[in-house]
């Protein structure tokens, strides 16, 4: 590895991160620039600039990417219908591209040499910013602290942290003992007693939606207009990606929506319990499948079944920026162009009900053909006799050779 | 078609099959075998033998079949974790096969050549049904008499009920506009206001479940103890399989919990919409995943994943006996060995919450690796970055070749 | 069905087709419209004009459809790598959607209700034109007169076309026992002594290629240059799609390449024993392969293994005119927009040998990592060891958990 | 990592492993224990006693593998008809797995607490004999000295050997430029001329076959008889499955049969181009297909073929004492329980052709109705409309509401 004279790093404003900052300049006598996104975590980003100027930070990259988080990387997502082993929806996963993307851009604008980030050593994190970076930028260097020091201890860093001037801000209130990651899309929760599986969390760790049981006992009714895969509008009113996601985030969280509890399969091979908060991300999955029911093909919806688990693995592994994603991605962007409609749900307690899909321009609803009711010769029901007998027709020549045996 | 001495008939004791019955009498003036069955509908089978007696039918079968249903067809494809088109646990497509093998069966027994079932020509189960006949009776035909006859209305159906004397019930209360169908696993409704897909069910068409809006407001925690991928007690208490389901049918049920409203693609050819309450296997799905989440290799669950969709078709279009569902079976139960262990789960409102999962013999979880405290060298952080490198290889080396035209 | 007025007919020129065009006037009493396409057969096209006119045809289509046959669907197909069953090249698969496709066409220009084809009720062929038509024009009436009428043997189909006076060519030389299909991509037998899958066929059936053992003794060495994953050039020389196929058919039939004996399995249930002929796809398939191996990215081109076999039997069963065959052609097609560069074949007594593969501007083969020398440190061989490690890292936790046990 | 005490060495009794023998008692202080197997590579096994003996190593395994590396690896892989990238028959993957399983269990034996082998840090090799010790002996300790040491280049090693006077015998005649592998299967050359993928290999570089220009101008016809899937007998002779490839090596071999040559892409993310000789397995791949193509069920075929390229992944990778191998396994084996008959081969300088399969036991091929001739009512074609007509049923009501736009 050679010399790094400038590393670009993705800096949140919290004390891991500020402590890697002045852990960088210490170690590799490096100039380090700071990069800190909004993308939707429900965090200020802009006192990131004030600590980063504190530890003699020059250039300081503090960007919104809300819009492009929510436009480029979680609705292209949802298109697929993506979810990892059956629960999770991918709410860390998806964003550590757009922010590995970020970092190395903004390598090149400023010719640093390095990147660093301040995922651990044990996680699907590293992999996915690393991915994504050596992907856009296959020579860049990068330096992931966590795999390299030894200040391997709470008691280390805050030791680390006073010995140099580093401030440790003592939020209000408890400490919460969960490893938290927010972004628009979700809030996760690792660590502490979810350590043991067979472990209740308690009430107090969710921190964007209300228990079912204190839900409102009034449900609430919305209506989703889909174009192309995409939502577009939320009760008739047109809006951008991230406002539709906040907006759902808003309401799914109120009516106690979008909680998962899960063990999940890591990349690097363990198993991890993970708790998550997905509020408009679940209203989502549940309303894409209901627009999609009237308007995609069979055989287009049953491929698109067989190929998510595949996508669902490239982006929780980290593969976004990958020749395999892109074309998985083609193909399902190719499928979308009839989903267009509208989906009503009602959202009570936890519960996302589909009460209604139609669409005006792409329905494949024929009530003519599936009537129970006379169908005026729509549909002959006689043709049925002949598509059994020829599907049925190898497995008869089988059963005859059984027989025969 | 050869003449047709005898045939075997599904018979449900209702008036459409008794309808059948005589027609089949007159029609082919054929020896008719009725053939009933308790597959956990949740009415009385034995009221059969005496309308069926009334038609002058000498050879009644009425066979108790849920602990088979529930043993080799439920609990199998629940190992899968079979769900068509991300939402329909295929309630009516896995009893279909288990009443042709039966009426197969009998009709080998009786020396008949023939056999007939109530179907309808637009739908999947005339295709399940004599797909699976054929499977197991290559030679046997197949009479369906609603692809045959000209009663293809409510009204001739009557006509012809009165002419020849076939009681039709008045069933207290008013007659349910929709076509409904149930067993062990669940009821479906399709029909009457359904054939609009933008309207709501009222209330009133729900049937097994109360609406999560009238179930308690105290949660039921129960447990599920898993084998080789089947559960085999509950809340501690050892169970048959047909004795599970139907506890687990009445737990969820009032915790208004099972049901679903979608729209699915027929194998015929059309959309369809079906609604469906299906307490016990919403439960064991869900159950069924977190006691795999903690004992089933990540790459075992993945490959799962990816054949599910194909397997949940399979079923869905009437192919259980074929040697690819058997294939699939045969790799999806060498994957359960290992599938032993408890499930505690939270039911509220619709709501089923995985709140706890363990398995002493056969977890993968591994506390002392996956843990954010020092894991004292159970897994060395450096291996990531190898990890990450050979990983990125390809892209980086497609990258450079980018960036060098 | 309503009443047929006019129809348009795939008309070969031959004796059954034209037993189907005085048919089709008698029975329908409708006016009938020919096409008549050249697609590569290897015969003169222009002929069935006055085979036509004498049947008093009025509207009569004559078109050399070469290039789009090899533009729009042979080379897309050899995209895919396409094999249905591992050994064939969809050569008769893959010509069928392009004459549905003009059938409907002229049906639409001419006003005609209905169109028609000589394919037998047994086949695939017919599949492939009626699904191809339906989704093209889901109105039109389509007769299948092998379906219909009662000429079910070579005697009676004699006795109709002497008793209306149609022209029965004796064709110098014997008449091949068996049922042949030919176009650009191949040449195809079944019947005859083929219907015994223990026989093996006579030199005497092969058409397009010399025997192995008649091959010349000298290999030929031909480059082939591919843009986009299309050949465009042989030897250097720019060339169109159809003039490619037809040097390639030359050069590999003279040197005994392309010969395939096999027994597939129908779409419509049963299996069928068939020869073929097609050495241009032979090489073609080959070479595409080779080029793709030093362009393509790995996880790309294993995708693309992974859906070929779906693809092939989409193909196959006559799903061209598909959403689920166009999304994966939008993935496959995307993966190709690299493939560029040369390959270098040896041809020699039946077989294509890759002897070269080169592409200045996509290689991903790179010398100075993959060298067995000293590489200079362009691969850091101790990755390795992390990269096994965490790729073992869920077996060895199951390892345990076993000893354990 | 813990002190080590005896290592179990897989010693091919060759330079590089002498070397290694020597380097891990001078580095590790440790004892020493060779494993030396015939796996069939066509060399005495018995000289590494000696030369083991030389160098003080008290422990020496000399085993014949032969029988269990066909039997139990190679025949179960041939059920699946795996190929790698569509060209590679996997001769050294396979290989790879038997000697971890007898590394691991040796060292069980003896107590040994490493394992080591000689293959390099870029290879494949290394991944496939770790993997395979670490699913098997979990907490097994891997040597790789490729990855250790600082004897990257020939003249290091050499003036290692001349230093610690290990014997370097000096083959007579010219030594081969080519890294080259061989066992029962396969023997492979890389390195050399080949690490310019545009360059053609000389004719001398082959061992194991003739030229098809130098194979007899006469063919050889041979039978294979199969059971379950596996070879029992060539030309109705009874055969143990080692000495069925070794013959079939022999007369393939002669004719000119199994050269490959080829790009493939390595695991660790490098493309590289290897040269095979696999006539064993070049017949083996080709009959198993035809003699599947007559007993296999068409939908169990195609689902083998789906799942292929990812088995043979499975299997290139390393992965074979993995449970998505072992499912994968399971999947298949259960469908070649019909896969019985005899399948007659024409080999002829290189091209192996099928002119023949019958199978008295299991054949599916019907020839009553496959027939072109009056079929005497076996197939009914008048089925092949509804089956049409509901096949396209989807693909109209799409038109439609396209036409209607």
Redesign the interface.
Known sequence: MSEIKKVVLAYSGGLDTSIIAKWLQDEYQCEVVTFTADIGQGEEVEPARAKAQAMGIKEIFIEDLREEFARDFVFPMFRA?AIY???YLLGTSIARPLIAKRLVEIAKDVQADAISHGA???GND??RF??GA??????VQVI?P??EWDL??REKLMAYAEQHNIAIENKKGKKSPY?MDANLLHISY??GVL??????PEESMWRWSVA??NAP?E?TYIELTYEKGDIVALNGQAMSPATIMAELNKIGGANGIG?D?????RF??????GCYETPAGTIMLKAH??IE??T???????????L???YA?LVYNG?W????R???Q??????QKVVNGVV?L?L????V??????SE???????S???????KGA???????????????????????R?A?
């Open positions: 219908n082993e059956g629960e651990t050593g044990k590293q992999v690393e991915l050596y992907a856009l930028m296959p020579d992931a966590w795999r391997n201890s490893s690792e660590g350590e043991d599986p067979w472990a209740e079912p049981e006992s449900p909680r509890d899960l063990v999940e399969n690097v091979g363990m198993k991890s319990r499948r209901a029911s009237i995609l093909d069979r055989e287009a919806a049953h491929l698109k079944d067989e998510m688990p595949r693995k593969f920026f990958s020749p395999e892109e074309m998985l083609a193909a399902i962007d190719h499928s009503r009602k009570y307690k936890g519960n009900i589909v009460v209604g899909r139609k321009s792409d329905s494949l609803f024929d009530e053909i599936a009537t129970f009711e006379d169908d549909y002959n029901q006689k043709d049925a006799e002949g598509f059994i007998k020829l599907n049925a027709l190898r497995l008869r020549i089988a059963a005859r050779k027989q045996k």
